[in-house]
């Protein structure tokens, strides 16, 4: 047995550590630095060239999509959000992975610290690319700084873009339904408004779900409900899981049905 392979028969039997594999994410990470430092805005051909796409491209509605890709091959894997507007990179958040081996923290730390930001007691960040303005409201004029911090993160695409019903066998709901079940009692008839232009397609159908609920909260109805038909027409079929499976449905009558559907 030569030198090389008794340390790593060393290696994998003490600490259970793959060398090949800790190889592999080194190699791969100098790759996504050398591609990160070269041109941050075109850090997605890193992605296309070496990722695999995990949810595909979410059609958001107006012009507007959402990528969701990973790229690793040992302990860890580098993911990818890229949001576009008619085909051209609008944001994105490339969030890295921690290894679960404790041995190994120490030392992928370390290594991500050369294009990756910490917060003062060590903890690792996303990077991040125009996200903020993953919140303004599409076509309606507010300052944003009155808004909530709960309602800006229920407007974005973060908040989960999935829309539908619980119902079904399955006991778990749509994560953007949780987080609106969170704030819906603090929410205010001029905060739904806001919320049926959202950039997140889940969070506009929501809030227009509420309003079919509620409609005697509401004022200036006829102009509410042109948006809303604006709304609907941009986006007429809805991916959803719906009696046990997934399908895509009018997604009028879907809305019209989950604002019935409250058992």
Same mark, same amino acid.
């Not at 919320?195 to 609920?213: G, V």
């Not at 959803?240 to 499976?245: E, L, S």
């Given at each position: ?128 690319? &125009?996200?903020?303005?993953?919140? &303004? ?5 507010? $300052? ?36 609106? &079940? ?8 001029? $905060? ?21 609920? &509620? ?28 009696? $046990?499976?997934?399908?895509?449905? $009018? ?13």
């Amino acid at each position: 047995m030569t030198k090389l392979y008794k340390i790593v028969f060393i290696l994998l039997v003490f600490t259970s550590c793959n060398p090949f594999w800790i190889h592999i994410d080194k190699r791969h990470y100098k790759k996504f630095t050398k591609a990160y430092k070269s041109n941050p805005k075109s850090i997605e051909n890193f992605f296309i060239t070496h990722g695999d796409t995990i949810f595909g491209h979410d059609m958001l509605g107006f012009g507007w999509r959402r990528w969701e890709t990973k790229s690793g091959g040992g302990y860890v894997s580098i993911r990818g959000i890229f949001y576009y507007h008619n085909d051209s990179i609008y944001a994105y958040s490339i969030i890295p992975e921690i290894p679960e081996e404790k041995f190994l923290i120490k030392k992928y730390k370390k290594r991500y610290k050369i294009v990756f930001p910490f917060t003062s007691n060590d903890s690792i960040l996303n990077i991040e690319y &125009n996200t903020d303005l993953l919140t &303004n409201p599409i076509n309606y004029n507010i $300052d944003k700084s009155s808004l909530s911090k709960q309602l800006t993160n229920y407007m974005s695409p973060e908040s989960g873009t999935r829309y539908g019903c619980k119902n079904g066998s399955k006991s778990w709901e749509f994560l953007n339904r949780k987080h609106f &079940n969170r704030i819906k009692n603090d929410l205010s008839p001029s $905060d739904i408004i806001i919320l049926m232009h959202s950039l997140n397609p889940a969070s506009r159908f929501t809030a227009i779900e509420y309003y079919f609920e &509620n409609k005697d909260k509401f004022s200036s109805q006829m102009e509410i409900e042109s948006w809303i038909s604006t709304v609907l027409t941009d986006y007429p079929k809805i991916q959803t899981y719906f009696g $046990d499976k997934w399908e895509f449905m $009018d997604t009028e009558e879907l809305v019209k049905f989950c604002s019935q559907d409250k058992n």
